[in-house]
């Protein structure tokens, strides 16, 4: 029995760098998505920085302009597998900021298009459960940040020979 359990362990210890390439691939579009927009219109990109009220009027410009690049360097050192612990919890970092903005929104009464994908901004038609869908999306997308934070190894990874001493030795 014990020799049962040790081969499924294994074979489940096997799997966790595919999960975590996975994750780091999936994580890496949605940055990549999520940067894209921002970048084909900067305008409204502030825009939605400015909807959320939450930032003096002089850093509304820079955040809503050097946002969509930080997500953009996030997403290639995912793809490269290059710090993938570093840009990871970034994300995470970058995720509960954007939560506690969406509950901020949500809280006060506002009624904004986050902007997580589009240009946001003011939008009449927002309502409780739009706000709710947004957190549990980004509550998704933080669990992954976290695993990748966690477990960073992964296959097709740029800096795996970097990761050898980092990971944890095998039974």
């Known amino acids: 029995m014990t020799t049962l359990r040790t081969t499924a ?23 990549i998505w999520a940067a894209r927009a921002k970048i084909l219109d900067p305008d409204g990109a502030v825009r939605s920085v400015r909807a959320y009220r939450l930032l003096p009027d002089a850093l509304v ?8 690049f930080l997500e953009l360097a996030i ?10 612990r570093l840009a990871a919890g970034t ?13 901020s929104a949500w809280g006060r009464g506002l009624q904004i298009d986050c902007g997580c ?31 990748l934070v966690w477990r960073p190894w992964s296959h097709l990874a740029l800096d795996n020979s970097a990761r050898r001493t980092e990971e944890p030795p095998r039974p």
């Open 9 to 31: 362990s294994r074979r489940a210890e096997s799997l966790l760098p595919w999960v975590s390439t996975l994750a780091r691939f999936g994580l890496a579009v949605v940055w």
């Open 61 to 68: 410009h820079p955040v809503g302009y050097g946002l969509p």
């Open 75 to 84: 997403a290639v050192l995912l793809v490269a597998g290059v710090a993938t």
């Open 91 to 103: 994300s995470t970092v970058l995720l509960l900021v954007f939560m506690a903005g969406i509950a």
């Open 117 to 147: 994908f589009s240009s946001g901004g003011p939008d009449a038609t927002v309502g409780a459960s739009q706000y709710l869908g947004e957190l549990l999306r980004d509550t998704g997308l933080l669990l992954v940040s976290i695993w």
